[in-house]
């Protein structure tokens, strides 16, 4: 947990799973997206969890090149996986559940939103793995003496191109995420850049009607300043979350907190400003 963003207590919805009752009630996908974090291009890092656990109880990660057995793997190793936590219970999920609306395909979103991209998501997902959805809740396994109760969460994790399941999770079900956890994949990995602020990604998050996520979780970013405090340094996402970060998160404090304003969230971007 980070003492610059709100403490959460763990929700209710969380703290009543169980094994039978994941795998035979419906998917509690409202309360899942509710105060999430929400991590584009996840892969199978645990850093958000480790450092933003009770910040948020709901972790929704995505991404199209995460193969299935390699989720599951890590998921019920004690030593790649979550140390120190086990599994409550584990459900496969078809698609059609996570987005019962049905599926955001890229084609979907505002023609205005792709302006300035110059790929599209097609040729790098050709060879990707079947798209497919797991939800997970786990929770301390004791060990740790820190947890006088058990401690829990919530992943989802889809495999699914990352901007399109953001329009179809949070902007088709009128949620906003509480953490935008932002990162960009360099050297081939992706089709587009989350990070840039122009790109598609971007603009999807900034066009949501209910405004922006709170919390910002991301990378200084080194075109603005070379430095090294926390006073200078600003966000690829500046004009969104603008000004000084509230603190630095993880053991190498490479990635640090913005919080959005009332003017920014005001300032929401209009599709009209993209023509």
């Known amino acids: 947990m980070n003492r610059a963003i709100t403490e959460m207590d763990m929700p209710p919805w969380l703290s009543r799973q169980t094994a039978e009752t994941m795998a035979t009630e419906p998917l509690p996908l409202e309360e899942i997206l509710t105060d999430s974090l929400y991590y584009a291009g996840a892969g199978y890092d645990g850093a958000p969890v480790e450092h933003l656990l009770g910040n948020v109880h709901s972790f929704v990660y995505t991404d199209y090149l995460a193969r299935k057995t390699e989720v599951l793997s890590q998921l019920h190793s004690r030593r790649d996986g979550f140390r120190g936590y086990r599994i409550v219970g584990l459900r496969e999920l078809e698609l059609d559940a996570v987005f019962p609306q049905g599926i955001y395909g890229p084609a979907e979103l505002d023609y205005r939103l792709w302006i300035n991209e110059h790929d599209s998501p097609g040729r790098f997902m050709r060879n990707a793995p079947k798209p497919f959805a797991l939800w997970v809740v786990l929770e301390s396994d004791g060990a740790d003496d820190l947890f006088v109760e058990p401690f829990r969460f919530s992943l989802l994790h889809v495999c699914f191109e990352s901007v399109a399941a953001y329009a179809g999770l949070y902007l088709r079900n009128g949620i906003v995420p509480k953490i935008i956890y932002l990162i960009n994949h360099g050297y081939g990995a992706n089709w587009t850049d989350f990070e840039d602020p122009e790109k598609v990604y971007t603009r999807t998050v900034a066009s949501h009607p209910r405004g922006l996520p709170e919390y910002l979780v991301a990378r200084r970013n080194r075109e603005t300043c070379d430095c ?48």
């Open 228 to 275: 090294d405090t926390l006073e200078e340094a600003r966000n690829h996402w500046e004009s969104l979350y603008p000004g000084t970060p509230l603190a630095a998160v993880g053991h190498e404090r490479e990635f640090l907190i913005w919080r959005s304003t009332k003017r920014a969230v005001r300032k929401r971007l209009q599709l009209s400003d993209m023509i």
